[in-house]
């Protein structure tokens, strides 16, 4: 089934239930001012509210957009009235259209299911490239140096998680609720399982090195 991602900045999204749909599964998900949490996977739809907590709706929608993971997101700005100079500046902060708020998720759903059916899914030779790592999405293949890494997919997925969150300590809590396993019953020493799959991966071509461990605090990947 296919699995399409509704973002919005809204903290309600939290309490929305998933909606299934003629073969498509559409799942619900909190935006923080950082970013998504986990991996990207199959098509994105976000919506941003005008004003925020921590930044302007329209800031947010500039990072969203400098985020090389959203390159394909149809993002929808949630202006607080129909005004004229809010619709051109939320355009040209990034966004796709906009919406009058409030918007609950019937409203979601039935603008994302309206305009779902008209794109394309995410390109299938989108590419992940950081320091000497190239991911290859469509082929789910992963390289260093030119070399290919013979991976899992569970591993290959971590890989890719960590590459999009390179030079920075994640615990085993984050790598399971950025694989999109948190709901799942997963023991903690599980992911060491999964580190020490990834690290004879990154070994056999010589980039065993990169993916270290920080003790009591998780794992690194060294990715330049």
Not at 77 to 104: F, N, S
């Amino acid at each position: 089934m296919e699995c399409v991602k509704i973002y919005t900045t809204d903290a309600g999204s939290l309490q929305l239930a998933d909606f299934s749909h003629n073969g498509v599964n559409f799942t619900f998900e909190n935006l923080p001012s950082t970013g998504p949490n986990g991996l990207i996977e199959g098509p994105v739809w976000v919506f941003v509210d005008w004003v925020l907590p921590e930044l302007s709706g329209l800031e947010m929608c500039r990072r969203l957009r400098a985020d090389a993971r959203l390159s394909d997101a149809h993002i929808t700005m949630v202006l607080e009235q129909d005004d004229a100079e809010d619709r051109r500046r939320a355009l040209k902060a990034g966004a796709d259209d906009y919406t009058i708020g409030p918007v609950d998720r019937t409203k979601m759903l039935d603008r994302v299911m309206a305009l779902h059916s008209q794109r394309s899914v995410r390109s299938p030779h989108h590419m992940i490239s950081v320091g000497d790592f190239v991911i290859d999405l469509g082929a789910e293949q992963a390289r260093w140096q030119e070399h290919a890494i013979s991976l899992r997919p569970n591993e290959f997925r971590l890989l890719r998680y960590m590459l999009e969150n390179p030079n920075q300590v994640l615990s085993r809590e984050t790598l399971i609720e950025g694989l999109g396993k948190k709901g799942e019953p997963i023991d903690l020493r599980t992911v060491d399982v999964w580190i020490k799959r990834l690290r004879s991966g990154l070994k056999s071509v010589g980039a065993g090195q990169l993916l270290r461990t920080v003790h009591a605090k998780g794992y690194v990947l060294d990715a330049g």
